[in-house]
Structure formats: C-alpha cells, structure tokens
C-alpha cells in the first residue's frame, strides 16, 4: 500500500538517531559482523595492554 | 551555492551499516540485539588503559543514570554525545532552519550524514574536558609498553583516543539495533544501565541496598529510634534507612507510566472504499514518548558540566573564578557539589537530602532550596513541552504528516469528507494539545520522582525512560511476531 514511501519518520521507538532507507552510492558500508568484532577486537586489545603493562 | 552543496561530499560519504536486503526473522533480529547487548556491558567492564587505579569524580555525575556508559570504561561519554547532538538537530530542524526535507531521499542521506558527523564532533568534545581538564580521569604517571615509555601527556592522548573509539563504536552499535535488531540502541542501552543500578540498589550487600538495609534493621544492627517519636519512622522512610519512600516512588513511577500509555483519544477511521473496514488512530497522552526529556536533562547536565569543568581550575578555592577574578554569583563548590550561585540553582534536585530542609540536612538555606526547585520545576515542564513540541515536528508524528499517512493509507474520519486537508485540521484539533500536556506531565513526574528518591539512585528521568522505552520494546516484539505469523501483514504495512 503504502510501498514505495519511506517509512523512516514512523520510527516512534527509534532513538534519538534517526536512519532513513535513502542510501547514498558513495557510502562506506560496514557490515554489523564487522561493528560487533571491532569492538570485541578493541576491547580485548585494550585489557591485553592493561594486563602487560 | 547553499550550505547542502558544499557538506554533500563529506556528508554522503560518511561510513553506515549496511541495511538487512529483505526481511530479517525475528529470531535473528533477536539475536542481533542481544549480541549488541553483551558487546556494551562487556566494554562497560574495560578499564582505559593508563588510567590512575583510585576514586575521581564522575564529569556525568548523577546524570550517568541517564546517559548509559560508565565511568572510566572505554564507554566513558555513553550516549552523551548522541544525545547532544540530537538537541543541535531537533533545534535546528525544530526552528526548521536547516532547510532539509525529509520526504527527500537525498536530504534524507544528508541528515544521516549531518547526524552522523554532529555525534562525533561532539564525541571528540566530551571525551577533551574529560581528559584534559583534570581530576576526572587522572592518568598514570608514566606507562611502559614493550619498551617504550609514555609521559603523562601521551597517556592522556591515548586515553583520549581509547573513549573516542568507544564513542564512536556506541554510535555504530545504536545503528546495528536500529537495522538490524529490535528498537534502538540508545533505548536499549539506558535500559540496559537503569535496570542494572535498580537491581543493584536492591541487592547490594552492602549499606545502600534495599534489602541489606532491612537485614540490618530486622536484625538490630541499624539504630532504629522510636516509632512512637518519628525518629523511627523517619529512619524506615529515607533514603539511608528503610527506603520505603524511594520503594515506592520506584512503584509507583511504573504503574503511573504504564497506565499513561494506554490513555489515549481515540480518532475513528473508516476506509473509503472497503466497507466495514475501520480502524482508530490513536493520540496518545505521551504522545511524543518521554524520549524528549533525555533532551532537557542533557540540557541540563551540558550546564552542570561546565560549572564542573571551570570548578577544576579553580585549584584550592572553592569559588569558581574566570580570568582571575572570582564569581561566587557564578558558583561555588564543596566536594566537587555546586552549593551556591548560578550552578547550584540549575542543578536538577536528585535526593532527599537536596531540599527537606527542616531536616538539617541541607547546607542551603529555605528560600535558596525553594529556588532551586523552582527553577528545576520550570524548565522540566516548560522543557519538556517545547521538546515534546521538537520532537513530534522533527519524528514526523505532527497533524500534517499523519493526515498525509492516513490518507495514503485509504482511511478517512467517517462523517468528513475525504481530503488531508480535513484530516489535518481534525488532527491539529488533539495533537498539539496533547504534546503539550504529555510533555509538561512527564516533566513533573521526573522532578517529583527526584524529590522523594529512587532506588539505587536511578533517578525520576533513569525510571521514566526505561519503563516507556520497554513498554514500547514490548509493543515492537508484539507487532513482529504479529508479522512473523501473518507474513500478508508485512506486505500491507510495507515492510520488507
């Protein structure tokens, strides 16, 4: 029905950041495996450091 | 050539996460969640590296309950920059001064861009006063890795850029939940965080848990005077005795919120060409969720920082002073508190122990506590109406665009002709109105909920925001596995 239209602004739950579908050609795309083992990455790395310091 | 040509190269590249191509099950959406969920506490529980083991003062202090994250983690800014930046945006898109129209879709790519870059300018503005200006997170000394010795200037470099990341990755966290999980980030994180201080202000063994609390008063190791005289009674009631004020503050902040929810005018819709078919649109009463409050506290705690961060330089002196000179008018400070001047009576009331005043308790005299809670009082309330205002503006949630939404959707308002301009107008009838209300009440609730105290310290604000953002948590998994069952509803509501 109301296909083609962007459902973005009925996103009453949604944050205080809103995502739209409008996607830009040029944009850098991460992939959320990547967001979730950077961060387990990082988290590991710093405790490491902590440790051998 | 506007501002939008000039920003679009740096604004259409900014990196996102990739959108779920085709419909996400919800047990994955599920899972999505929830790994995001362990990825925050565990990064919540990463001490930096280089910082000085001991106590330092928390630069959120009491806000924290609020702004997720925690102090000295990696996650050390929370959701603090997200949520500065969204009070830049909805002003400016409030006062519709930015010029973007959001039905587009390339000003939609610019204020994602836009929002994007806001968060980690801010990011990087926290996360500087934070480390720089001195007593909040003090760095070691020096540091030796692999044989290589930082000073303390270097240490604090790399502290700095160890909350930068981590605040950057909350901001790509948020957006993994928002695509590809239930709700958003930012939500599930307060959650995460309030329902984390109200289990611990409960069973903490230690003094300061509810129920150790009554362990030691049940078994006479807390001195209870007589209830005969009220000081027995007054020992049950506060804060460092029995709790029975804040147990049911906590309470009753529930049962107020989740009955809120449900009170609503209801709008009759018929469709224009199926007959039979009708349905409601509901106006809320909290209309605009109690999200717009997060906006006002932050509001407030950007004022508290600053009294915070000039307090600092001040060395010795108790009294804040700019270009040396001192300004008692602007704020004086004892034990990093703000008991006098300008920041003192823009502070928000957190406690008990902030206002009773015939207590002897409190440092301040009556009338500057009477201040105090007036001027928390007006700009909760007038706050939390003009955000509420924003927000329902910029969320596309106003009379126009739902009378857009309904007519689209092939409703009208039976007994009306069909027309959005009709549907508009019936619509501006109950929903300006009603932000308004929903947002002055939600206000007062968070002051009042302060005034008597809640467990665990989660504050009024803390226990609003994670019940309503639950509550429409729940309302969200309802409606999933609704389409998860009738896969003909995804294709009517247009959801992929």
């Known amino acids: ?53 | 050539m506007g501002w939008k040509e000039a920003a679009e190269p740096v604004l259409t590249r900014m990196p996102a996460v990739r959108r779920p191509e085709g419909h996400v099950p919800f047990k994955r959406k599920l899972a999505w969640t929830a790994g995001i969920l362990m990825l925050y506490f565990f990064l919540t529980n990463i001490q930096l590296l280089g910082i000085e083991a001991g106590q330092a003062d928390d630069l959120f202090g009491e806000f924290r309950a609020v702004l997720a994250g925690e102090h000295m983690s990696l996650l050390q800014v929370g959701i603090g920059p997200i949520v500065t930046a969204s009070i830049v945006l909805q002003l400016l898109g409030g006062a519709n001064l930015l010029g973007l129209d959001t039905d587009d879709p390339r000003d939609q790519v610019l204020y994602q861009g836009l929002q994007k870059l806001l968060v980690i300018v801010m990011t990087a503005l926290t996360a500087l006063p934070m480390v720089f200006a001195g007593g909040f997170l003090p760095a070691q000394q020096s540091l030796t890795l692999g044989g290589f010795t930082f000073d303390s200037t270097q240490i604090q470099l790399l502290m700095f850029t160890q909350i930068f990341i981590g605040g950057v990755l909350i901001l790509y966290m948020d957006e993994v939940v928002s695509k590809w999980g239930v709700g958003s980030g930012i939500g599930l994180f307060i959650i995460a965080g309030v329902s984390q201080r109200l289990v611990t202000g409960f069973i903490q063994p230690t003094e300061g848990g509810f129920f150790y609390n009554w362990y030691l008063i049940l078994t006479g190791q807390m001195e209870v005077g007589s209830l005969v005289s009220g000081d027995g009674l007054y020992t049950l009631l506060m804060s460092d005795g029995g709790q029975i004020i804040a147990l049911l503050t906590t309470l009753l902040i529930f049962a107020i919120v989740v009955y809120a929810e449900s009170v609503r005018v209801e709008i009759p819709l018929s469709h224009a060409r199926v007959k039979g078919a009708r349905g409601r649109f509901p106006v809320k009463l909290i209309y605009a969720s109690v999200l717009p409050m997060i906006l006002v506290r932050a509001l407030q705690a950007n004022i508290q920082f600053m009294g915070q961060i000039l307090n600092s330089q001040t060395g010795d002196s108790t009294v804040i002073s700019l270009f040396g000179r001192e300004l008692p008018w602007l704020g004086t400070y004892s034990d990093g508190q703000p008991v006098g001047g300008f920041f003192y009576y823009t502070a928000p009331i957190y406690d008990t122990t902030d206002w009773m005043w015939w207590t002897g308790e409190v440092a301040q005299e009556a009338w500057m506590v009477m201040i105090r809670i007036g001027v928390d009082l007006t700009f909760m309330v007038i706050g939390g109406a003009i955000f509420a205002i924003f927000w329902v503006e910029t969320t596309n949630m106003g009379p126009e665009a739902t009378a857009q939404q309904i007519q689209n959707s092939g409703m009208q308002i039976p007994g009306f002709r069909q027309n959005v301009g009709v549907i508009e107008k019936v619509m501006e009838r109950y929903i300006p109105q009603v932000t308004v209300i929903g947002g002055a009440l939600v206000g007062l609730l968070a002051v009042w909920a302060n005034m008597l105290g809640t467990i665990g310290a989660v504050t009024g604000t803390g226990l609003l925001l994670a019940v309503s953002i639950t509550y429409k948590l729940y309302e969200e998994i309802a409606e999933e596995q609704m389409m998860e069952m009738h896969p003909m509803m995804r294709e009517m509501f247009g959801k992929e």
């Open chain 1, 1 to 53: 029905m109301d296909k083609g239209q962007n459902t973005g602004g009925l996103m009453s739950s949604a944050g205080l950041v809103r995502y739209f579908d409008a996607e830009d050609s040029n944009a850098i795309l991460i992939n959320p495996k990547t967001v979730i083992a950077t961060g387990v990455l990082i988290g590991v790395l710093v405790q490491l450091l902590t440790f051998v310091s």
